[in-house]
């Protein structure tokens, strides 16, 4: 794992296609029990190579109910986005996740993985990639039905603030999705 994560750190496979340059972001220990994939690193993670070190990644510890310790602990949390680096910036927001990463490091990520016991497939282009024709006619419809994906999968909208409208017309996902994340999150977590 140490050699294929120190290889991932060092890919240059699409920088010419990367406005900022590539600085893959990712980490995972073989022991890891909760995976996390979600789009692509935005400017800030970019810059410090951290993933989810932005206001983003603080709504989603606190959906989780966990801290940083816990969340930056490889051994627990794996951390792999469909995207490694920076996509750069479209007319809405970042672009997509650049589509080589996923076939290119994926699978061998998940070679070394031995103890996941649950997938968080944040944003649509995670939930599409992995639950391909299972999804349902939009994102808030598959995160609504978020039962059935259980236990593999928990699918969730991207934490950013910029989703805090969808939020407010979505009251269901705060009272039922995020109790129920929490639950599940500290039960893996506390084994």
Same mark, same amino acid.
């Given at each position: 794992m140490k050699e294929l994560l120190k290889e991932i750190k060092s890919c240059v496979h699409c920088a @010419?296609? +990367? &406005? +900022? #340059? %590539? =600085?893959?972001?990712?980490?995972?220990? &073989?022991?890891?029990?909760?995976?996390?994939?979600?789009? @692509? %690193? #935005?400017? /800030?993670?970019?810059?410090? #190579?951290?993933?989810w070190d932005d206001k983003s990644g603080d709504n989603l510890r606190s959906w989780l109910g966990i801290d940083k310790e816990t969340f930056y602990n490889p051994e627990m949390i794996a951390i792999m986005p469909m995207g490694f680096c920076y996509p750069g910036k479209g007319k809405s927001g970042d672009l997509p996740p650049r589509k080589e990463c996923a076939p290119l490091w994926h699978d061998q990520i998940w070679s070394h993985l031995k103890d996941v016991q649950l997938t968080l497939l944040i944003g649509q282009y995670a939930q599409n990639a992995y639950l391909a024709d299972q999804t349902k006619k939009?994102?808030?419809?598959? /995160? *609504? =039905?978020?039962?059935?994906? +259980?236990?593999?999968?928990? /699918?969730? %909208?991207?934490?950013?603030? *910029? =989703?805090?409208?969808?939020? @407010?017309?979505?009251?269901w996902f705060d009272k039922e999705v995020l109790p129920s994340l929490k639950v599940e999150v500290a039960g893996i977590l506390k084994g």
């Open positions: @010419a296609h +990367l &406005p +900022l #340059g %590539p =600085n893959p972001v990712v980490s995972a220990s &073989p022991n890891s029990k909760i995976m996390i994939i979600g789009q @692509a %690193p #935005g400017t /800030v993670v970019h810059k410090s #190579g951290v993933p939009t994102l808030t419809e598959t /995160v *609504r =039905n978020f039962k059935e994906y +259980l236990p593999k999968y928990y /699918v969730l %909208p991207h934490p950013s603030p *910029r =989703n805090n409208i969808w939020r @407010a017309k979505n009251e």
